[in-house]
């Protein structure tokens, strides 16, 4: 028997068309757990019911694509469109291409291209006409995820921001906690205590805050903040809502909460995180909100996924790449880091490692997914001056001869001198 190599996605998919093959599921909540259409769950059932697992592996794997654009004819062009045809667009130049060349190309993939080359910048889109989203089928397909900055204890204590959880199929608050702020931190410890309680859905919809979404040069949207890595490791999507009315129903939980749970709140003398937290948990709230507000989903499965053989303790940290230096150590947020003698692999000088950071503060070096055995050193002290001191320092005493006007002063006296003039200075 042969080695069947599938990615995460896959085998994903495989639980879930493991679950219709058996009857668990149907093809609609399928199609909904995947983000397929009915017509391709029945496909990949097929395939699944005549290969197996290798029916779910895709068939392109490894193959260049047929409709690739000939590098040779696309090398002709981006050099027309640097000096002959300069000035061309992408449209107007696939026009030319066809008609003086015969190279025929897509004014889209032609433009893509000009764009790589830096020879042609996007323009602003139309408005587009939008329409209401339905709501998924079944909870935990969708968990619309945001954090609520306000005055929540009406003075009684610092400010603060609560991270809502609601499942976009029932409008059911699935988790609420308190935090300092909307930092990875807080959002990131957050979600590992959802995900215990809960599972894995399959996507969170958030918006463009910093946590979620690197949107300083990152044209490509190939950057990937820490909260998106991690939920990348735990097979979670991570969907962008482009205005609030397209996630409307956290931002009108998010209104709700800050008119009845503050009120809640005063009514038990609330006036710090740590008691808001506890209340939450230990309180009927979230299920008296739910019972008012929440909606019967069009399914009654729960798409939530199981956390076991995922370790959210290593999972839930921040990653920072860093370069092994000539004696072995690396350097992160000031503090020095020494790479132990004996390890599992190789380490080498100039080899990059990730230094990860939990949730707890606790540190670990990785490379190749490999726990690294290190310890760390103590940072040098550093005597600072201020300026003046600095410069005085530095500054070369005058000798005799620079002060011929004295006569026959020693250089001590000259220095003196020198030290009761420096004091009139301005600096």
Not at 49 to 72: C, M
Request: glycine share 6%.
């Amino acid at each position: 028997m042969g080695i069947l190599v599938m990615s995460k996605k896959e085998r994903e998919q495989l639980k879930v068309i493991g679950r219709l093959d058996a009857g668990e599921i149907t093809q609609e909540a399928a199609a909904e757990m995947l983000n397929w259409t009915d017509r391709w769950v029945r496909e990949k059932l097929r395939r699944y019911r005549a290969e197996g697992d290798a029916g779910l592996v895709h068939k392109n794997r490894g193959k260049a694509s047929q409709r690739r654009w000939d590098p040779r004819e696309q090398s002709i062009a981006i050099e027309l469109l640097k000096s002959e045809w300069r000035g061309f667009g992408p449209t107007f130049a696939s026009e030319k291409l066809a008609e003086l060349k015969g190279i025929k190309v897509s004014d889209e993939t032609l433009r893509k291209a000009m764009m790589a080359n830096g020879l042609w910048r996007p323009g602003k889109k139309k408005q587009k006409h939008r329409k209401r989203r339905e709501r998924k089928l079944m909870q935990g397909v969708l968990v619309q995820l945001d954090g609520s900055p306000h005055d929540w204890f009406e003075g009684r204590g610092p400010r603060c921001t609560l991270l809502v959880f609601i499942d976009d199929a029932t409008s059911k608050i699935l988790w609420l906690e308190f935090v300092e702020s909307e930092s990875f931190k807080g959002v990131a410890g957050a979600t590992k205590k959802y995900m215990k309680v809960h599972g894995r859905p399959v996507s969170f919809y958030v918006d463009y805050g910093s946590v979620f979404s690197v949107n300083l040069n990152n044209p490509e949207r190939d950057k990937k903040t820490q909260f998106e890595m991690v939920m990348k490791d735990l097979s979670v999507d991570i969907s962008h809502a482009r205005s609030p009315q397209a996630k409307g129903r956290v931002e009108r939980a998010n209104k709700t909460m800050q008119d009845r749970l503050v009120k809640e709140m005063r009514l038990v003398g609330i006036s710090s995180i740590d008691q808001a937290n506890d209340y939450l948990r230990n309180s009927d709230f979230i299920a008296n909100h739910n019972a008012k507000f929440a909606v019967p989903p069009a399914q009654k499965q729960d798409a939530h996924r199981s956390i076991s053989g995922y370790d959210l303790d290593n999972i839930f940290c921040t990653r920072e790449t860093r370069v092994v230096t000539n004696d072995f150590t690396v350097q992160y947020n000031r503090r020095v880091l020494q790479i132990e003698k004996s390890q599992a692999v190789v380490v080498r000088p100039k080899n990059k490692v990730v230094v990860c950071e939990s949730l707890d503060g606790e540190l670990a070096i990785r490379i190749r997914n490999t726990n690294l055995n290190f310890k760390e050193l103590p940072m040098r002290k550093q005597n600072k001056l201020s300026p003046v001191e600095y410069v005085n320092l530095h500054r070369a005493e005058p000798a005799a001869s620079s002060f011929p006007f004295l006569g026959n002063l020693e250089d001590s006296q000259c220095r003196d001198v020198s030290r009761e003039k420096r004091k009139f200075s301005c600096w």
